[in-house]
């Protein structure tokens, strides 16, 4: 009995250290999962590597095949992980944690991609030059009195097409049009710049209000330069009129050839525990998604907001209507 019992430790012990590792394939920034992957290992002895990718992560997935060395994909948007199952590069997972931890609204309903973290597409208002009370739909932003006092990003970039997908779903192709050519209408200055340039605008006096991510308020309170801009701001929660704040995610996918298949999942589980959930919320300024666990009290401090209830997959089943739109208003030109 006790030679079976040091044969099974002695087994146990081996395993992990012949194929101890999961690699990532990331659009985020590797020192954002650096606590997560740190923490995971800790847990598990299972080692991470992260390949980070500033685009092409499909073309690269598919161009290796069966012998990608990547496990899992990491990146935000749900168009840019719907391309990747849409692209046939991912594999579905049964598993009740990741049933238990992840809502139906943020998981592919084929099970193939998991939301980890949300983000809202919010106003940033100018605290001196703006009434609050002032903007609270998006279908404000149409309205004739923001003329000249808008700022954003491009309307190609994929947050803001995702946003006007959801201005499809909520007022169909013909009023998603007229609300884009308003919008249009009330810019200040030509697209340009990242979401943190619009709040900077603000502060410099060239519009009063701008589109943006809720993490970036985050992201400039901690950098020296930025952290004037951000104070100079208020964090808006927009709704639509017949639905909640535009929320996106950030998630994970397994890919169809991943070679670490068993430390993969355990990795993607570990990552939906309200814990890591926290963890990784904290560190880029995001919501987390698994039942019971809370944002930081930086992110709660901005306010609460209903999430809009609009399924993610039916966002980014709109995403070439949307670009249409786009196009044909010429929002960017
Ligand atoms: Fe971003």
Known sequence: MKSLLSAIALSTVAIPALADEVNIYSYRQPELLAPLTEAFTEETGINVNVAFLNKGMVERLSAEGKRSPADLVFTVDIARLS?????????????????????DQYRDPGKEWWGLTTRARIIYASKSRVDPSDVTTYEDLADPKWKGRICTR?????YNVALLSAVIEHQGLEGAKTWLEGVKANLARKPQGNDRAQVKAIWAGECDIAIGNTYYMGKMLEDKEQKAWAEDVNVLFPTFENGGTHVNISG?????????????IKMIEFLTSPKAQEIYAEANYEYPIAPGSQASD????????TADDVNLMTLAGHRGEALKIIEEVGFDD
């Open 154 to 158: 491009a309307g190609t970039h994929a």
């Open 298 to 305: 930086l992110v709660a401090s901005w306010g609460s907001f």
């Open 83 to 103: 391309a990747v199952v849409d692209a046939g590069l991912a594999q579905p997972i049964e598993s009740e944690i990741l049933n238990t931890n992840v809502p």
């Open 252 to 264: 994970v996918a397994l890919t169809k050839h991943a070679p670490n298949k068993e430390n993969a």
